[in-house]
C-alpha cells in the first residue's frame, strides 16, 4: 500500500508538540455527562504523560476506575502486560 500523506493526522500529531496549538477535549460539564463505565489506566513512572492527567478524568467522570500501575512508564499494555489485560477483562466480568 503506498504511502499517503493525511493532513489531518500530520497536523494533529503536530499540535501535541505546539504549546500554542488549540487542544481538542471535553470540559469537565461534558465529561460528567458521560453516563458509561470509563476504564483509566496508567503508569505510575510514566515521563510522557503525568498521572494527574489520569487523575483529572478519574475525577470528572462519573462513572471511572482509576489504576495506577507502580513500576510501570508510559506503555501499560506492555510494560505491565498481564495486569493491563487483567483490568481490561475484568469490566466483562463484571469485577469493577
Known amino acids: 500500500m503506498p504511502y499517503i500523506e ?3 493526522i500530520k497536523r ?6 505546539d504549546p500554542s496549538a488549540p487542544k481538542p477535549g471535553f ?5 460528567a455527562s458521560i453516563g458509561h463505565k470509563v476504564l483509566c489506566v496508567h ?12 487523575t483529572w478524568l ?11 500501575i507502580p513500576e510501570c ?3 501499560t499494555q ?4 498481564d495486569t493491563f489485560i ?3 477483562e475484568s469490566p466483562v466480568a463484571g469485577k469493577l
Open 6 to 8: 493525511r493532513a489531518d
Open 12 to 17: 494533529s500529531h503536530a499540535a501535541m508538540f
Open 27 to 31: 470540559t469537565a460539564g461534558e465529561m
Open 43 to 54: 503508569g505510575r513512572d510514566d515521563i510522557i504523560v503525568p498521572v494527574q492527567s489520569s
Open 58 to 68: 478519574a475525577q470528572h467522570l462519573p462513572d471511572a476506575s482509576l489504576h495506577i
Open 73 to 75: 512508564g508510559h506503555w
Open 78 to 81: 506492555i510494560e505491565a502486560h
Open 86 to 88: 487483567s483490568l481490561l
